[in-house]
């Protein structure tokens, strides 16, 4: 796991300064060795965590006449079995790091190499004798991949912080971006929220070439094909799949260990790993009543056998380091469980240096409660059309927060209005009222084009369909790569191995969900290796007890100094100090709205107004 960043001027030499400036600034990504590759009108710089080949393994690599470059964020899982091929083929390797494949198998397919590649990758490839850039990015998004180019130079790099190192970087606030934030509390897939800087979709890869924009290409497209077979099936596909992907993903040459929730994600993959060798789990908790999954994580703990490490936060620490975390982040991501990763993180490197977690398996095994809706709104819409119509003059008669009220008014919104994904944080109206921004575009123009992609697919796999490519990579991703990394620790997400995603997107309706069950498949295929309360306990996720703190004085006063120095412009300050009264008050609970508030004020202090904290 490592960090790496690109030059590559119109006209004149590239500034080594800079580069290894824009290097440094990911420095926490990897602390073991920097390094730079000047090429022809090209630059190439890499910090480097050191998991897979400590001794040789050195970047920028390069192939046997040196004219390619490569840096590479991640690991590629299958390595061992391409570099046997690729060997066999006459091909020269002077290292055993993992990523030195790319290289080759670029000299043998092109762009074209990126189809046998298994495993979580951002890339830049410097092609010396085309003079042509080749950047890549996984088919889910594990890793990032961020560039610009504007004033006669194309930057790229694993963190916008490198970017901002850049004379010329734009600190100026997208303001479409903005408001698109303030309904899914992160910016969607490809823009950010600085202007001018974009993020590589996932999937897809750029060439670029000095004096012309750059190209973006998909290569891999999430896609669901549900088939009907026995249960049994799918239980025996599910076991060898992901048990040959965590086998696969332990692959490193240093300490290795996993999270440990009070869930089945984090459950499943533990127990895998333990069938194969003992491993450190690391938990979280908070003292608040009903926020802490310390005493679940520490049942399975002790059921599994592992060596298992808790640690408690308090809400002074929290605040404490939550200017700091803002920095790592680097682009406001309004999900209190990205400060429980960070905390988790930290813990875990003390011992080990790469953890496995259970991220992405409730998108791709539907996992969400509100999954079950379709099935909940069933009755309704099965009804005969004059008693839905009689229900829905019904529903306009009764006062808000009448039980029943939002129940009838969803069963009469199509998916496409009442599902927009796991995170819908203020709605158009009211994003007019907290705003004075202008451009205020509908998000559902997002959503839209995802929908009619799977038109001919059941309501729970789209809706599956819209979090795997806007929640996920927008949301889960960013935090779990940025808070990780914050700590020099490598994570790896086993259920977003593609093999595992393509068995998986063949499972029917009636094998995810049942009843108020939730990961149906996932459940049976691991029940016989896991305590039966792990298997049916339902989802927490991280909680974050963000309700009760923003009621303490120390964060009220935080909040609005923060709005009083960075709100103008973005913020109606009176309706947001309501908003917070009203929470204070206890009359409704606005938590979600105001941290949503919260984070692009830090967000803004610390890279518009550039005063970074710690």
């Known amino acids: 796991m490592c960090g790496f960043c690109g030059l590559l001027p119109e006209k004149g030499p590239v500034d080594v300064a800079l580069l290894t400036k824009m290097r440094d600034r990911m420095l926490h990504r990897g602390p073991d060795e920097g390094a730079n590759y000047l090429g022809q009108g090209f630059g190439l710089g890499f910090r480097r965590l050191s998991i897979i080949d400590l001794a040789t393994g050195r970047q920028p690599l390069s192939n046997e006449d040196k004219s390619i470059h490569l840096a590479c964020n991640g690991e590629i899982y299958n390595f061992a079995a391409l570099r046997r091929e690729l060997t066999g083929r006459g091909h020269r390797f002077f290292t055993g790091n993992d990523a030195e494949v790319i290289i080759h198998l670029y000299e043998e397919k092109g762009t074209g190499c990126l189809e046998f590649l298994r495993g979580m990758f951002s890339f830049v490839l410097w092609d010396e004798k085309k003079q042509l850039l080749f950047g890549a990015r996984d088919r889910f998004g594990i890793k990032p991949f961020y560039y610009l180019d504007q004033n006669g130079v194309f930057a790229c790099a694993s963190e916008i912080k490198a970017l901002a190192a850049l004379p010329t970087f734009p600190r100026q606030v997208n303001e479409g971006a903005f408001v698109d934030y303030l309904t899914f509390q992160y910016v969607p897939e490809p823009r950010t929220l600085f202007q001018g800087v974009y993020r590589l979709p996932p999937g897809h890869y750029l060439l670029k070439t000095a004096g012309k924009p750059p190209q973006l290409n998909r290569y891999w497209r999430i896609n669901f094909s549900p088939c009907e077979k026995p249960l049994a099936y799918f239980v025996e596909g599910l076991r060898h799949k992901l048990r040959e992907a965590v086998k696969l993903h332990l692959q490193s040459d240093v300490p290795r260990g996993a999270f440990l929730s009070s869930g089945i994600d984090s459950a499943i993959i533990t127990a895998l790993v333990r069938e194969q060798e003992p491993i450190s789990t690391f938990s979280v908790g908070y003292r608040e009543a009903g926020y802490s999954e310390l005493p679940e994580a520490r049942q399975t703990a002790e059921y599994l056998e592992t060596d298992h490490h808790e640690y408690i936060i308090s809400p002074a620490e929290f605040l404490d380091h939550l200017p700091r975390l803002i920095w790592h982040l680097d682009e406001p991501v309004a999900d209190p469980a990205a400060i429980s990763l960070y905390f988790v993180a930290r813990q875990a490197r003390q011992k080990i240096t790469v953890t496995l977690s259970g991220e992405g398996a409730d998108e791709v095994f539907a996992g969400y409660a509100i999954y079950r809706e379709p099935f909940a709104l069933a009755p309704l819409k099965q009804l005969p059309n004059p008693l839905r119509r009689s229900l829905d003059l019904l529903e306009g008669l009764l006062p808000s927060g009448i039980p029943g009220k939002n129940y009838l008014a969803r069963a009469r919104q199509p998916l496409e209005e009442r599902f927009i994904g796991n995170a819908s944080i203020f709605s158009p109206g009211e994003k007019k009222g907290i705003t004075p921004v202008q451009e205020q575009l509908s998000p559902y123009r997002l959503t839209a084009p995802l929908y009619r992609q799977v038109a001919h697919l059941d309501e729970v796999t789209r809706m599956q369909y819209i979090d795997l490519n806007t929640w996920m990579p927008g949301d889960i991703l960013v935090k779990a790569d940025k808070m990780t990394m914050a700590n020099s620790l490598e994570l790896r997400v086993p259920f977003l191995d593609h093999h595992v995603f393509e ?11 049942q009843g108020k069950t939730t990961k149906k498949l996932l459940r049976e295929a691991f029940k016989d290796i896991l305590p039966q309360e792990a298997i049916n306990r339902p989802k927490r996720g991280f909680p974050v007890p963000t309700r009760e703190w923003l009621k303490r004085n120390d964060f009220h006063a935080f909040f609005r100094q923060l709005l009083q120095e960075e709100g103008n412009g973005w913020f109606n300050k009176k309706a947001v100090e309501q908003l917070y009264s009203a929470h204070t008050a206890g009359k409704h609970d606005y938590s ?22 710690g």
């Open 503 to 513: 068995f998986a997107a063949t499972i029917p309706p009636n094998c995810k969900i």
């Open 592 to 613: 979600r709205r105001l941290w949503t508030i919260l984070i692009f004020l830090l967000w803004h202090r610390t890279f518009i107004s550039n005063k970074r904290a």
